[in-house]
């Protein structure tokens, strides 16, 4: 095989053994296939040694999901097409057909313009895309901080991001999917043909393997989750593949929801005197006829740290965030139009008021640049702790922050902030914590200063899992387990359950290659 497909010099492939988790790997060789055609001759030439393969995409990962530790890496961002549109006139629904490398920045700018690469498009899908021009506006609503991550990284962690509150994770829009097994052989699979009935998963491979194997279905937690291989007794075998952190198979093309974008969109940042107002507005938020969109929410720790980065010059086309300011919640208002965004807004506001917030300083985005600044803020609070440690990391350079991605159920909101800000406190550790507090999922962001602390920061994480696994909750709502938190995992699910998702792990990759460390370790 030509030395342009797979690289032996990987000493110039440095950036490529890591990602967003700051974790360092290292591999013996690199490929960047184009097309599903390059990426089966990197397989066959790997088949001869049985390789560990790593499967990377933008590597915006923060459980190290992505760095090899061993073996070839497979980096898909070079199979970055947007190759085709359906349009189903039974559920009135269109589906983009994109390649694993497409980014979700290039994926939401082409919908929003409308204007794609159809040079090698079908008529089907030209034809589709008349019919889509002349529609109402559609669009994918998965939205994870990082616009830079590619559409085939949010498959596989099954990706969400604040609205996710209304809409539902990267799984929920998800029609189909085309996935290559490490021996080269693929497997399509359609939403609502190919299922798992009675525990029974049914295949046939492009190759003519027949797969028909039982599994051993185990519970898993009812809150956002993307923790281990889905599996229930009846499912769509499209969600097992969802989630699975590149460990069952290569995704190489996959057809994406669009849904109907709403006519009138506005932003509400409110602040409140302390957190358990905040905590009495967003329950009574969630309990809204019409629910908003997205409600994220920030602590004082994490209005400090936005205040002090201010101060020094950055987010210059941001309000000023008062000292008084002590919680804030953003909530992201859907409606059909105007007038019935107007009812939303009217009932929002009343609840603010008769939660303690002060309705005069509350925030109100309408346009589409203000629109904008709000999303800066949101945004600002993990990029500003990132900054932080790369500073910390100057002096100690085995330095990482510790993040939870931890979710739990209904009725368990206080119950798990009391736990953290206890803990936070007792410990005497730096932190801020933010995130998607409409689904119980906050992150906590511990910033050690050296390594001690780090130590302290972990052991306390490894506490809060076990608690919040009992709670029924999930140590990952959203990140994946990825490497970093194969210990978590083991916490979450019995054995057995463990035993289960081995058992499919093997049903499709027999000799544990593709992306091997992550979810087992």
């Given at each position: 095989?030509?030395?342009?497909?797979?690289?032996?010099?990987?000493?110039?492939?440095?950036?490529?053994?890591?990602?967003?988790?700051?974790?360092?790997?290292?591999?013996?060789?690199?490929?960047?296939?184009?097309?599903?055609?390059?990426?089966?001759?990197?397989?066959?030439?790997?088949?001869?040694?049985?390789?560990?393969?790593?499967?990377?995409?933008?590597?915006?990962?923060?459980?190290?999901?992505?760095?090899?530790?061993?073996?070839?890496?497979?980096?898909?961002?070079?199979?970055?097409?947007?190759?085709?549109?359906?349009?189903?006139?039974?559920?009135?629904?269109?589906?983009?057909?994109?390649?694993?490398?497409?980014?979700?920045?290039?994926?939401?700018?082409?919908?929003?313009?409308?204007?794609?690469?159809?040079?090698?498009?079908?008529?089907?899908?030209?034809?589709?895309?008349?019919?889509l021009k002349a529609s109402k506006?559609?669009?994918?609503?998965?939205?994870?901080?990082?616009?830079?991550?590619?559409?085939?990284?949010?498959?596989?962690?099954?990706?969400?991001?604040?609205?996710?509150?209304?809409?539902?994770?990267?799984?929920?829009?998800?029609?189909?999917?085309?996935?290559?097994?490490?021996?080269?052989?693929?497997?399509?699979?359609?939403?609502?043909?190919?299922?798992?009935?009675?525990?029974?998963?049914?295949?046939?491979?492009?190759?003519?393997?027949?797969?028909?194997?039982k599994l051993d279905v185990y519970?898993?937690?009812?809150?956002?989750?993307?923790?281990?291989?889905?599996?229930?007794?009846?499912?769509?075998?499209?969600?097992?593949?969802?989630?699975?952190?590149?460990?069952?198979?290569?995704?190489v093309e996959a057809e994406i929801?669009?849904?109907?974008?709403?006519?009138?969109?506005?932003?509400?940042?409110?602040?409140?005197?302390?957190?358990?107002?905040?905590?009495?507005?967003?329950?009574?938020?969630?309990?809204?006829?019409?629910?908003?969109?997205?409600?994220?929410?920030?602590?004082?720790?994490?209005?400090?740290?936005?205040?002090?980065?201010?101060?020094?010059?950055?987010?210059?086309?941001?309000?000023?965030?008062?000292?008084?300011?002590?919680?804030?919640?953003?909530?992201?208002?859907?409606?059909?139009?105007?007038?019935?965004?107007?009812?939303?807004?009217?009932?929002?506001?009343?609840?603010?008021?008769?939660?303690?917030?002060?309705?005069?300083?509350?925030?109100?985005?309408?346009?589409?640049?203000?629109?904008?600044?709000?999303?800066?803020?949101?945004?600002?609070?993990?990029?500003?702790?990132?900054?932080?440690?790369?500073?910390?990391?100057?002096?100690?350079?085995?330095?990482?922050?510790?993040?939870?991605?931890?979710?739990?159920?209904?009725?368990?909101?206080?119950?798990?902030?009391?736990?953290?800000?206890?803990?936070?406190?007792?410990?005497?550790?730096?932190?801020?914590?933010?995130?998607?507090?409409?689904?119980?999922?906050?992150?906590?962001?511990?910033?050690?200063?050296?390594?001690?602390?780090?130590?302290?920061?972990?052991?306390?994480?490894?506490?809060?899992?076990?608690?919040?696994?009992?709670?029924?909750?999930?140590?990952?709502?959203?990140?994946?387990?990825?490497?970093?938190?194969?210990?978590?995992?083991?916490?979450?699910?019995?054995?057995?359950?463990?035993?289960?998702?081995?058992?499919?792990?093997?049903?499709?990759?027999?000799?544990?290659?593709?992306?091997?460390?992550?979810?087992?370790?």
């Amino acid at each position: 095989m030509s030395n342009d497909i797979i690289r032996y010099d990987i000493e110039e492939y440095v950036e490529y053994m890591r990602d967003e988790s700051r974790i360092m790997g290292k591999a013996d060789s690199i490929s960047f296939p184009k097309n599903e055609a390059e990426l089966k001759r990197v397989l066959e030439k790997l088949a001869e040694s049985k390789e560990a393969i790593t499967i990377q995409g933008a590597r915006t990962g923060l459980t190290g999901g992505a760095v090899p530790m061993q073996g070839h890496v497979i980096n898909l961002s070079n199979m970055n097409g947007i190759t085709g549109l359906r349009y189903d006139g039974d559920k009135d629904c269109y589906f983009l057909r994109v390649e694993p490398g497409v980014l979700l920045s290039e994926v939401n700018t082409a919908i929003s313009k409308l204007e794609f690469d159809t040079s090698a498009w079908s008529a089907e899908s030209l034809e589709a895309l008349k019919l889509l021009k002349a529609s109402k506006s559609r669009f994918f609503s998965p939205d994870p901080t990082e616009t830079s991550a590619t559409i085939g990284g949010m498959i596989s962690c099954n990706a969400s991001g604040a609205k996710s509150f209304k809409y539902g994770a990267t799984r929920n829009h998800i029609e189909s999917l085309r996935i290559v097994l490490a021996d080269g052989d693929t497997i399509s699979l359609k939403r609502g043909r190919e299922r798992i009935d009675g525990g029974i998963l049914r295949l046939t491979t492009q190759g003519g393997r027949e797969i028909c194997e039982k599994l051993d279905v185990y519970n898993m937690p009812h809150v956002k989750n993307a923790s281990g291989y889905y599996l229930e007794s009846d499912m769509d075998a499209v969600d097992l593949f969802v989630g699975s952190e590149g460990t069952l198979g290569i995704t190489v093309e996959a057809e994406i929801k669009l849904i109907p974008k709403p006519g009138c969109i506005y932003g509400v940042m409110a602040f409140f005197p302390d957190q358990e107002k905040a905590i009495d507005f967003v329950e009574s938020a969630k309990a809204l006829e019409s629910k908003p969109a997205a409600i994220e929410f920030f602590n004082c720790m994490a209005l400090e740290l936005i205040r002090a980065n201010m101060y020094r010059g950055h987010l210059p086309d941001i309000q000023r965030v008062d000292p008084v300011y002590h919680t804030g919640i953003y909530a992201e208002l859907h409606a059909t139009d105007e007038d019935a965004g107007k009812g939303m807004l009217k009932a929002l506001s009343a609840l603010i008021e008769g939660c303690g917030g002060n309705l005069a300083e509350a925030w109100l985005s309408i346009s589409k640049h203000d629109m904008e600044r709000l999303k800066e803020f949101r945004h600002a609070v993990p990029e500003f702790v990132n900054s932080i440690i790369d500073e910390r990391r100057k002096g100690e350079p085995t330095l990482t922050k510790l993040g939870t991605d931890m979710a739990v159920p209904n009725g368990f909101l206080r119950t798990v902030m009391r736990m953290y800000d206890e803990g936070i406190q007792n410990a005497g550790l730096e932190s801020v914590i933010f995130g998607h507090i409409g689904d119980n999922h906050l992150h906590v962001n511990i910033l050690p200063r050296n390594m001690g602390e780090y130590d302290t920061g972990k052991k306390l994480y490894g506490e809060w899992a076990q608690a919040v696994a009992e709670m029924g909750g999930t140590v990952s709502a959203e990140h994946g387990i990825g490497k970093f938190k194969v210990a978590m995992l083991r916490k979450m699910y019995s054995q057995a359950a463990l035993d289960s998702m081995m058992k499919i792990k093997k049903i499709f990759d027999p000799d544990n290659r593709l992306n091997r460390g992550n979810l087992f370790g």
